[in-house]
T-cell receptor, first 117, second 116 residues
Framework: DTEVTQTPKHLVMGMTNKKSLKCEQH?????MYWYKQKAKKPPELMFV???????INESVPSRFSPECPNSSLLNLHLHALQPEDSALYLC????????????????FGPGTRLTVL | AQTVTQSQPEMSVQEAETVTLSCTYD???????LFWYKQPPSRQMILVIR??????QNATENRFSVNFQKAAKSFSLKISDSQLGDAAMYFC?????????????FGTGTRLTIIP
């Protein structure tokens, strides 16, 4: 089972709203990721939670804040977003083990399409 | 920093024929992982195939196989007996083997069209 679920599938929000994206996996993975993907572009890494440690892409603005309530859940809280934040937001998870013999493949969820008005 | 280059923005192939998508990368590391993901119009990123750099044998998954040339830093994907369901954007991706460097570096993608 390589399923990663994301909710909601679509989200439309105003610039003053606060909303959250949810990601869940039940594969016992220890690493979870948030990616942002603009149209016709490859995904760009925003955050990594690996073994309860958060790593941040320094180019990500503070209006995005991740939260990891437990090892199966990863939320992305959104506040005061801008229209240019409209994109597909992809969550992924992996075992979190690296080194020879452990490929640590990332498995992706179906994404949340976010539109900021 | 690692970079991944996909020089073919678009490719098309006749149904049941074979097509090869190109990918080159640049790295100073000796141990790493390479992946091909497909992203159909549904937008979900689906793993197609993966290759560990320390393995000389090319990975194969049913109709999908890779030609991994480590010295040339080349990692092409061959799709045999192309099917309509193969139509998608294909991304080549690189991942370091170093713990703490989990980032996937993607190429810009190749859009594959299957002609019936």
């Amino acid at each position: 089972d390589t399923e990663v679920t994301q909710t909601p599938k679509h989200l439309v929000m105003g610039m003053t709203n606060k909303k959250s994206l949810k990601c869940e996996q039940h594969m016992g993975h220890r690493a979870m990721y948030w990616y942002k993907q603009k149209a016709k572009k490859p995904p760009e890494l925003m955050f990594v939670y690996s073994y309860e440690k958060l790593s941040i892409n320094e180019s990500v603005p503070s209006r995005f804040s991740p939260e990891c309530p437990n090892s199966s859940l990863l939320n992305l809280h959104l506040h005061a977003l801008q229209p240019e934040d409209s994109a597909l937001y992809l969550c992924a998870s992996s075992q979190g083990v690296v080194g020879t013999g452990a490929t640590d493949t990332q498995y992706f969820g179906p994404g949340t399409r976010l539109t900021v008005l | 920093a690692q970079t991944v280059t996909q020089s073919q923005p678009e490719m098309s192939v006749q149904e049941a024929e074979t097509v090869t998508l190109s990918c080159t990368y640049d790295t100073s590391e000796s141990d790493y992982y390479l992946f091909w993901y497909k992203q159909p119009p549904s937008r979900q990123m689906i793993l197609v195939i993966r290759q560990e750099a320390y393995k000389q044998q090319n990975a194969t998954e049913n109709r999908f196989s890779v030609n991994f040339q480590k010295a040339a830093k080349s990692f092409s994907l061959k799709i045999s007996d192309s099917q309509l369901g193969d139509a998608a954007m294909y991304f080549c991706a690189y991942r370091s083997s170093n713990f703490g460097n989990e980032k996937l570096t993607f190429g810009t993608g190749t859009r594959l069209t299957i002609i019936p």
